[in-house]
């Protein structure tokens, strides 16, 4: 007799969302999750300061025609898929969002696109939205989670790539399709998973094109899979599957059970970290350790810096290093050890303020961040932590030192619900009067009691 095949991994994620009731969800992984939400929120609406959300939306809407659904802080309204991949560039792109650290992954920009401009267009409620939200995010992490940071070395950016699956399960879920058709839904997703890496070689705008254009094939693979069209059931592990295709030599490392072992049973979206400071989540160890020393120098007696930093992620935001100690745009500095390292030394803080232009352009800032040379951290935690380090010489003989094994905003130092708050008020108050942002805050920390139409009416902005 042949043994019974296992379920592939599809349809293990497709038989989660489907059943998905937000009662069996566990309260602490509801009441953060609604945290997460607000802080996606609270930054998809700051992006509205910055000039790349003024364009996105005036390309996007020369595209097609008005809609129903609110876009985050703007006053266009827009149709459902639109809608989604504007506010997923907005929530991504300043880069400012959670981040699922041992995944690699930001879980909110992979799920909550798609599922808070479809739950709007089809009128759900504020606990089908949450349930979604969740299911979507837990997809991502477990897709991420499986490949151990396979998607980054092979020049993927993974949230690009696991926000097409996470995005076609939310939409599923707020769509109530039955398990074959998220199993679809999945496997055409597959045909749309992408992300490249390029633009880290000049601080192009892509990046945060990615969690948006997930959303909108999230959408679409779900709304075929309702109509009965066909998609592979084995998009992950097929032999020309997601793992085959994208990492090719690295796909025998994939851990499958990472996948779907424990699922509605062990919340991995528990363990996201949200951030305190907005840039690449793998300097904030380091951002942590120069901010301690800040107040025990002068930075003109600063002679060297040594940064160490988890060794997988120095090609990401150390080198070339003549590149990070010069960066030219917002974007570039994010992901530049250097130039973070060197504000953080110099201001003891890093904020939104400290990537404006004058701010990039400081001279101070600019000589200090050539004086920093970035090493592996023989001490890290990555990636269960993104643990970081500094050395600072000074004129004087000294060597001051700082290691940070937990980053701030992670584990046992998470944000707090206050904190939250907070980073959310001067956020969305960069887009909206405080009254409103008020408002939202109060709305999304209610959610289960609300409609998605209310919440939204609230997000979008008037004149």
């Not at 390309?59 to 006053?75: N, T």
């Not at 070689?201 to 094109?209: D, M, V």
């Not at 504000?343 to 939104?352: D, V």
Request: charge should be negative; charged fraction near 20%; aromatic fraction near 6%.
């Amino acid at each position: 007799m042949i043994p019974p095949q296992p379920a592939p991994p599809s349809r293990i994620l497709a038989r989660f969302a489907a059943g998905l009731r937000l009662a069996d969800v566990p309260a602490q992984v509801r009441e953060r999750a609604k945290l997460h939400m607000l802080d996606a929120i609270g930054v998809g609406l700051a992006s509205n300061a910055y000039e790349y959300a003024r364009r996105a939306a005036a390309g996007i809407e020369a595209m097609g025609e008005r809609g129903p659904c609110a876009v985050l802080g703007r006053a266009e309204r827009l149709t459902v898929r639109d809608a989604a991949l504007v506010n997923g560039i907005l929530i991504h792109g300043l880069d400012f969002d959670d981040t699922h650290l041992a995944s690699i992954v930001h879980p909110s920009a992979a799920s909550l696109p798609c599922a808070l401009s479809l739950a709007e267009a089809v009128g759900a409620s504020g606990e089908d939205l949450l349930a979604a939200y969740l299911a979507g995010a837990e997809t991502a992490i477990r897709v991420g989670g499986a490949v151990k940071g396979g998607f980054h070395h092979v020049g993927f950016h993974a949230t690009g790539v696991v926000a097409h699956f996470a995005s076609a399960i939310a939409a599923g879920r707020i769509l109530r399709l039955d398990e074959d058709q998220i199993v679809a839904a999945q496997g055409i997703a597959g045909s749309t998973a992408s992300g490249i890496q390029v633009f880290l070689e000049e601080g192009a705008w892509t990046k945060r094109f990615h969690a948006g254009w997930a959303a909108v094939a999230g959408i679409t693979a779900a709304r075929l899979a309702e109509h009965g069209f066909v998609g592979p059931s084995r998009p992950y592990e097929g032999r020309f599957g997601l793992f085959e295709t994208h990492l090719q030599d690295k796909a025998g490392h994939v851990d499958m059970d990472y996948l779907t072992a424990g699922l509605a049973d062990r919340w991995h979206f528990a363990d996201t970290a949200l951030k305190p400071y907005p840039v690449c989540h793998f300097i904030h160890g380091c951002a942590d350790a120069a901010i301690d020393l800040h107040g025990q120098l002068e930075a003109d007696d600063i002679v060297s810096v040594t940064a160490l930093l988890p060794e997988p992620t120095l090609p990401i935001v150390a080198e070339p290093a003549a590149a990070k100690e010069r960066p030219t745009t917002d974007y570039e500095a994010k992901f530049s050890a250097q130039f973070v390292i060197a504000s953080c030394l110099l201001n003891g803080r890093f904020g939104l303020a400290d990537l404006q232009p004058d701010a990039l352009a400081h001279p101070r800032a600019r000589t200090l961040a050539r004086k920093v040379r970035c090493v592996a951290d023989p001490e890290t935690a990555f990636p269960t932590y993104f643990s970081g380090g500094v050395e600072v010489s000074l004129r004087d003989g000294r060597t001051l030192r700082r290691h940070v094994r937990v980053n701030s905003g992670a584990g046992e130092r998470a944000l707090g619900a206050d904190a939250v708050a907070a980073k959310f008020m001067a956020a969305a108050t960069m887009a909206v009067p405080t009254s409103q942002a008020e408002e939202i805050r109060d709305a999304v920390l209610a959610l289960e009691r609300i409609g998605v139409t209310d919440l939204a009416a609230l997000l979008h902005r008037n004149g």
